[in-house]
């Protein structure tokens, strides 16, 4: 019983990976399909 392992924080960091591994895939999706989002509003606007 010398070293008894503190398991406390391990929830906070896994909750905080979870939630970088999810900006980062939002990110790269944005990054990927923005620029197509762009288009179709502006093509709404013009229209209007």
Do not use: C, D, H, K
């Not at 905080?16 to 980062?24: F, S």
């Amino acid at each position: 019983m010398l070293y008894a392992p503190r398991e406390e924080g391990q929830g906070l960091v896994e909750y905080a990976l979870i939630l970088v591994l999810v900006a980062i895939v939002v990110i790269v999706i944005l990054s990927l399909v923005g620029p197509a989002v762009g288009n179709i509003f502006s093509n709404i606007v013009r229209t209007l």
